[in-house]
Nanobody
Framework: VQLQASGGGLVQAGGSLRLSCAAS????????MGWFRQAPGKEREFVAA????????NYADSVKGRVTISRDNAKNTVYLQMNSLKPEDTAAYYC????????????????WGQGTQVTVSS
């Protein structure tokens, strides 16, 4: 599966962004999907994950209550709605696909999008 992330940008603190990740292929609903982020000089960290059907989700404590992950299997797309953004949310955001487990461990994900930059100004 090929993934294409979009929707990043520059936003003021307290603002919102919706990231999208479009997947190619006819087997999108076979994959659990995750969003991760990586700031300069830091390791890639888990943000959110969603199960194949969308019935289960998981969030990092740092974004819980501010971020919602969702998916539309008919459109082969997963979304990340981010509200009340903070400067510490600034990072490149990556979507990823994993067929076995809905996991927070980025090392388990097999397919990755190219990343979309989110910059939150104070």
């Amino acid at each position: 599966v090929q993934l294409q992330a979009s929707g990043g940008g520059l936003v003021q603190a307290g603002g919102s962004l919706r990231l999208s990740c479009a997947a190619s292929g006819r087997t999108f609903n076979s994959y659990h999907m995750g969003w991760f982020r990586q700031a300069p000089g830091k390791e890639r960290e888990f943000v959110a994950a969603i199960s194949r059907s969308g019935g289960s989700t998981n969030y990092a404590d740092s974004v819980k209550g501010r971020v919602t992950i969702s998916r539309d299997n008919a459109k082969n797309t997963v979304y990340l709605q981010m509200n009340s953004l903070k400067p510490e949310d600034t990072a490149a955001y990556y979507c990823a696909a994993e067929i076995r487990l809905m996991t927070t461990d980025h090392r388990q994900y097999d397919y990755w999008g190219q990343g979309t930059q989110v910059t939150v100004s104070s």
